[in-house]
């Protein structure tokens, strides 16, 4: 039998909880997937706390949301949270998006967090052998959310930060939304105890099938589809590519290429697997070689906000997408779009793109692409060349039918919310 979050009754809190709605989130397609509902909650004029977690503070600049970081948090400013996180930031390359001093507090709390709770010697060791996958700040969360009185935490299903959220509202008795981005393959490990969230939204039926297979609630599990997709087929989005590619001068007869690079560390953070941290560059290194060698094509490269990769100038008809630049703009401009587990490969499959997805990330089986019909697989990046040449490109490009975007997946979770929202207005 799984073991529950330990919970403590609503009510604990609920006596003078007229406080925010108070979201957490990682970089990239997490904080992508809640901007749009924070958007209509503040239109609503409720009050909204957002926690932007490494690169998502960068992402909500751009779209002009107000967020906190890991230095509003309680005892950020702390000597001791400050000596761990300048040591534990000391060998970080410079140029990030990530601020130094949010990047501090975040090592600094996490890490404290840690000692806390296994003692310096363990901790020290739990931080060798496991690096960031090692944080679990409940206790941060717990003592931030006491002070903040939250009316209810919503996160993704990420782990780290926005599980402790969720672990700790669940101790506290704050109710809680669990928004799972895609599949959740890995994470339903840990959402699918009972008590983690008051409710998880996700992306369509056949997701919601795997979660109630795993134990969870039918009540519990609401299909709401991924608001950072609902952008992707409407006639603006197609106005704004077909703008794009003008502007950039791709001619009407070139075959346009997206590499949509990504993070590949050499373990899995919750899985027993070994990764290839060389493996996107190889992949980049075969596109270049390729385009090189066949004129009518042309590549883009797109890195992942968390990379630390300097783009290598120079090579005709290569050129880089800045993380400033309109994504769903740029999967209507290109033609072919090649991920390895990126989201984006979901993304570019429901605007019509043909998506090619190189095998052999340690998230490989995460997003198995292939396998639901969205991608091609390509067993390795030295078989990019063979793939490519072997497409049968769409004389035109019709987008994908698919049940999530029937509905505002945005509208779908502000329902969710305001439904746990209204014991609490009573």
């Known amino acids: 039998m799984m073991s529950g979050i330990e919970q403590t009754s609503p009510s604990v809190l609920s006596a003078h909880q007229a406080g925010p709605i108070v979201f957490v989130a990682y970089g990239g397609g997490h904080v992508a997937m809640l901007a749009p509902v924070v958007r209509a909650l503040i239109a609503r004029g409720r009050p909204v706390v957002?926690?932007?977690l490494t690169t998502a503070?960068?992402?909500?600049?751009?779209?002009?949301?107000?967020?906190?970081?890991?230095?509003?948090?309680?005892d950020a400013d702390s000597e001791e949270v400050l000596a761990y996180g300048r040591r534990l930031t000391a060998e970080l390359p410079a140029g990030g998006e990530v601020p130094l001093a949010e990047s501090i507090a975040y090592m600094g709390l996490n890490y404290r967090e840690l000692v806390s709770c296994h003692g310096s010697e363990a901790a020290a060791q739990l931080y060798a052998s496991k690096g960031r996958q090692a944080f679990l700040p409940v206790g941060l969360f717990e003592r931030w959310f006491a002070q903040v009185r939250p009316?209810?935490?919503?996160?993704?299903?990420?782990?780290?930060?926005?599980?402790?959220?969720?672990?700790?509202?669940?101790?506290?008795?704050?109710?809680?939304?669990?928004?799972?981005?895609?599949?959740?393959?890995?994470?339903?490990q840990w959402i699918r105890k009972p008590g983690y969230a008051s409710?998880?939204?996700v992306l369509n039926e056949q997701v919601k099938e795997m979660f109630l297979a795993q134990g969870c609630q039918a009540e519990q599990v609401v299909v709401t589809g991924n608001p950072a997709f609902e952008r992707l087929q409407q006639d603006e989005a197609r106005a704004a590519g077909h703008s794009l590619r003008v502007s950039k001068g791709w001619a009407a007869d070139e075959t346009v290429l997206l590499w949509a690079s990504q993070v590949e560390p050499e373990q899995h953070p919750f899985a027993d697997r070994k990764g290839d941290p060389t493996l996107p560059s190889r992949i980049?290194?075969?596109?270049?070689?390729?385009?090189?060698?066949?004129a009518g094509y042309r590549l883009v490269v797109r890195y992942h906000p968390s990379e630390r990769v300097t783009f290598e100038q120079g090579q005709e008809r290569v050129e880089l997408s800045r993380g400033s630049e309109d994504l769903v703009a740029l999967l209507h401009a290109v033609d072919v779009v090649v991920?390895?587990?990126?989201?984006?490969?979901?993304?570019?499959h429901?605007?019509?793109?043909?998506?090619?997805?190189?095998?052999?990330?340690?998230?490989?089986a995460d997003a198995p692409y292939g396998q639901m019909g969205i991608a091609t697989d390509v067993p390795s990046a030295d078989q990019l060349e063979a793939a490519l040449l072997s497409m049968d490109l769409p004389t035109s490009q019709t987008p994908c039918s698919n049940d999530a975007l029937a509905t505002s997946?945005?509208?779908?979770?502000?329902?969710?919310?305001?439904?746990l929202l209204e014991p609490v207005s009573r």
Request: proline share 5%; hydrophobic share 45%.
């Open 350 to 364: 429901l605007v019509g793109r043909p998506v090619l997805s190189v095998s052999g990330s340690v998230f490989t």
């Open 57 to 74: 503070g960068p992402y909500l600049e751009r779209a002009g949301i107000d967020y906190i970081g890991y230095r509003n948090l309680p």
């Open 199 to 201: 409710r998880i939204c």
């Open 284 to 294: 980049e290194a075969s596109l270049r070689r390729f385009v090189s060698q066949n």
């Open 151 to 188: 009316a209810l935490v919503v996160a993704t299903n990420s782990p780290r930060s926005e599980q402790a959220a969720f672990e700790a509202a669940a101790r506290l008795g704050i109710a809680s939304i669990c928004a799972v981005d895609i599949f959740g393959l890995q994470e339903i």
């Open 339 to 348: 991920v390895m587990s990126s989201t984006v490969g979901l993304e570019a």
């Open 50 to 52: 957002v926690l932007a």
């Open 409 to 419: 997946p945005t509208n779908n979770l502000v329902n969710v919310i305001e439904s």
